[in-house]
């Protein structure tokens, strides 16, 4: 493959990637500033009630839909790729029917279901009323992932990118507003009923009633975009299409079913371990007598510490949901040169992008914390200093599993999740009970089955694309610029805060951060311009960097 044809493959996935990435991580920044008032609204007990009822919406999530995007996207690309306009156009009504049928399903089940999963399952009776305001939000997010698979299966994730900044501002606001509403009212009806504990857990189902308006609102988005869609694009492609015969209804279902079916697999048992941590850490809290201390810790192991962590591997998420409909179309046409170079450059630049925000959140930890949250501080920031390495192995097996799905390996990352998940309950049981050390148990072993499932990918990507991860660039330079940036913004704390507001000196240590780890990426080579072109305001900070010679190419 020529130098031009590289450029070209990763121009490709840098482009579509850096969409979806950067709405991402806008959806993930404005989902984290909505943490911050709501965690002072609701408190880290509110914030307890609200992760175990999502915990239990986002497996069910899991279930009926989450995995309905990317698996569509894979068939809608294959298609398109022939230029089967036809039957891509029934595919799609095949998956709406699919995810109105599970959606639905899943919806019921939470209502009928909603106190035995929050008092048996996850140890949290007062969790319930939460579930049960999820529950319609469950069935618009399978109808909306359909519509975001037809999208990213056709090549442009600007219509999914948007659809998510739609969604997470409708629910900052709707959330905030309402978990202020109910928290007032429950403390009123909690005062009458001596229940100190009512106000929280009415404040965080009004915390939920957002969720799903922000869904249908983002819904709304993109149904307006398929219908414009369909008259300016799809009926014109539609009357080229030779093809005579189109794919039967019932033939459609069945490889939709056969096709989602392991993503969704992959998918739930890639996160249960989220479920099963906070369920064995709740039930092994209650018989040690510790209450009042479960819901707090859990509620800052939610609210506080998963909410950091999570705005990173927003990217890889958002690069998985592009290189699958890309690596499907590769493989269709056996591309595996291309294929290859497409994997290497999405974890190039997730390297590039996780790496430092793993340093930068371990080093600056503690006011990072106390900058954005009240309520409890220590824990949070000893959470951060103990598991931030989990992003960079989340980022890696999350866009691994993407891989594997995308080359049409999709059982391998259900059996590597079953293998990481054995080890995670196992070493759970060991911090828990045998190093007592409580919610840093959660901790450790959530980095743990990351870091299984990280290798697992790995070895199976490099034994079916016959891939050989270039080490070099891709970890050991953004590994050595990101600890020259850790020790200089150590160093830049200490120093402000004599002088400065710990939340200023912090700022200060953030800005400075990112310019020394731009620049050391730059002077060992370990960022180029076309990552360059996925930053923020990207092209101005090359235009300067390459006025003082920092980068000629």
Request: hydrophobic letters at 55%; glycine letters at 8%.
């Amino acid at each position: 493959m020529s130098k031009e044809t590289k450029n070209q493959v990763a121009g490709g996935i840098l482009l579509q990637g850096g969409i979806l990435a950067l709405a991402g991580i806008i959806s993930r920044a404005i989902g984290l500033v909505r943490r911050i008032p709501l965690t002072n609204i609701i408190g880290d007990v509110g914030n307890g009630y609200y992760a175990n009822a999502y915990e239990i919406y986002s497996i069910i999530l899991l279930l009926s839909s989450y995995s309905l995007p990317v698996a569509i996207s894979r068939l809608v690309a294959a298609r398109t790729e022939k230029g089967q306009i036809k039957n891509t156009q029934k595919l799609f009504r095949g998956a709406l029917l699919f995810a109105v049928i599970s959606g639905g399903i899943s919806c019921l089940l939470v209502l009928i279901f909603a106190d035995f999963l929050a008092t048996t399952v996850m140890g949290e009776p007062k969790s319930a009323m939460a579930l049960r305001v999820l529950a319609p939000t469950l069935f618009i997010f399978a109808v909306m992932g359909a519509f975001r698979g037809y999208f990213q299966g056709k090549g442009t994730m600007v219509v999914t990118a948007v659809s998510q900044i739609i969604e997470q501002i409708i629910l900052v606001v709707t959330s905030l507003v309402f978990a202020s509403l109910f928290f007032g009212i429950g403390t009123r009806f909690g005062n009458i009923m001596m229940d100190d504990k009512f106000a929280p857990a009415l404040g965080a189902a009004g915390a939920t009633v957002g969720c799903g308006l922000g869904a249908l609102a983002s819904l709304f988005y993109v149904v307006i975009n398929y219908q414009l869609y369909v008259k300016r694009v799809v009926q014109k492609e539609a009357a080229a299409d030779p093809t005579k015969r189109t794919e039967k209804m019932g033939k459609i279902m069945w490889i939709i079913f056969i096709t989602v079916v392991p993503f969704i697999m992959s998918t739930v048992i890639y996160n249960v371990s989220g479920i099963l941590n906070q369920s064995m850490y709740n039930h092994y809290m209650e018989e040690i007598g510790e209450l009042d201390l479960k819901t707090l810790a859990m509620g800052v192991y939610s609210g506080k510490y998963k909410v950091l962590i999570n705005l990173p591997i927003a990217f890889a998420n958002a690069m998985v949901s592009t290189i699958v409909p890309s690596l499907s179309a590769s493989v269709s046409k056996n591309d595996k040169v291309t294929a290859r170079m497409k994997v290497a450059t999405a974890i190039r630049v997730t390297m590039v992008i996780t790496i430092p925000c793993a340093v930068g959140l371990a080093v600056l930890g503690r006011p990072i914390v106390d900058m954005l949250f009240n309520g409890e501080i220590d824990m949070a920031a000893r959470m951060l200093y103990i598991g931030t390495l989990s992003i960079i192995f989340f980022a890696l097996s999350t866009l691994g599993n993407g891989v594997l799905q995308g080359i049409g390996r999709i059982y391998t990352p259900v059996l590597n999740a079953i293998i990481a998940l054995i080890i995670n309950i196992g070493s759970l049981i060991l911090f828990l009970y045998g190093f007592k050390i409580g919610i840093y148990s959660v901790v450790l072993a959530n980095m743990l089955f990351s870091l299984v499932m990280c290798v697992l990918n790995h070895v199976a990507i490099h034994r079916h694309l016959h891939y050989k991860q270039e080490i070099k660039q891709t970890f050991l330079v953004p590994l050595l610029c990101s600890a020259i940036m850790g020790v200089v913004i150590f160093l830049i704390f200490i120093l402000f805060k004599l002088f400065l507001p710990d939340f200023a000196a912090c700022l200060v240590a953030i800005g400075v951060g990112i310019i020394i780890y731009l620049i050391t990426m730059t002077l060992f080579k370990g960022i180029t311009k076309e990552i360059f072109g996925m930053i923020p305001l990207g092209d101005q900070i090359l235009s300067v960097f390459r006025k003082f010679g920092l980068l000629r190419k």
